[in-house]
């Protein structure tokens, strides 16, 4: 499983004067081909200069992110060299990274199933194989049929041939040993998981990279 990215919904009320497609919002020049416009994308960091999150990589669309610079909600902190967009009257950069103005405090994570393979790394919790997530299922420690709750403590990435294994039974009924105990993870707990992942080829632009290793513990 690699780092991956996704589009969050920005945390601000667009106004009146946000752009669509019907009303002339700016269009991609430069070296890039006109069609990469709708693809591109900018990193979101926190006040703090780190990644707003991990898990997964916290972006928003470059139209959005324009928006939020222009209306002062945010910090343009880096534009992309090769991209320009224009309105009828003015040419603008294109923002690479962004950072809030104010600092966003993590919220508890949620009970995902995204969540879940994450914490334990796309790992059977029993083999210790790294699987493709849909290969992962999970697995409830102790079964539901015996008391067993659908919970951090009690829930693990599991690969298929070991949840037909290990069936309705407990680890020791079953013969079996888990790699760890499950737990509730915390946000910089997932964040630490996600940074072990390997990138994403075309994911992260080369632009980002100062920005998303600054929190990473320096080797002697």
Not at 52 to 61: D, I, N, Q, Y
Request: aromatic letters at 10%; one cysteine or more.
């Amino acid at each position: 499983m690699s780092l991956s990215t996704y589009e969050t919904r920005p945390d601000f009320h667009q106004g009146p004067n946000h752009s669509s497609a019907n009303d002339g919002s700016p269009e991609i020049e430069g070296n890039r081909m006109k069609q990469v416009g709708s693809h591109l994308r900018t990193l979101v960091l926190n006040a703090n200069m780190q990644p707003l999150s991990w898990a997964p990589l916290s972006v928003w669309s470059w139209q959005s992110a324009f928006v939020a610079v222009h209306q002062e909600r945010v910090i343009q902190i880096k534009t992309y060299e090769d991209c320009i967009v224009h309105s009828a009257t003015q040419s603008f950069e294109v923002p690479a990274v962004v950072a809030l103005r104010n600092y966003h405090k993590r919220k508890r994570v949620g009970f995902t199933r995204y969540n879940l393979f994450l914490r334990d790394e796309f790992r059977c919790q029993y083999c210790g194989h790294r699987f493709p997530v849909k290969e992962l299922t999970f697995d409830h420690v102790v079964p539901r049929s015996k008391g067993g709750g659908s919970n951090w403590s009690n829930i693990v990435a599991c690969c298929s041939k070991d949840n037909l294994r290990k069936a309705n039974r407990t680890p020791k009924q079953a013969g079996m040993k888990l790699l760890r105990q499950p737990y509730a993870p915390t946000g910089y707990q997932l964040d630490a998981a996600a940074r072990r992942q390997p990138l994403v080829n075309g994911e992260l632009h080369q632009t980002w990279m100062d920005y998303l290793y600054w929190g990473a513990e320096l080797e002697d």
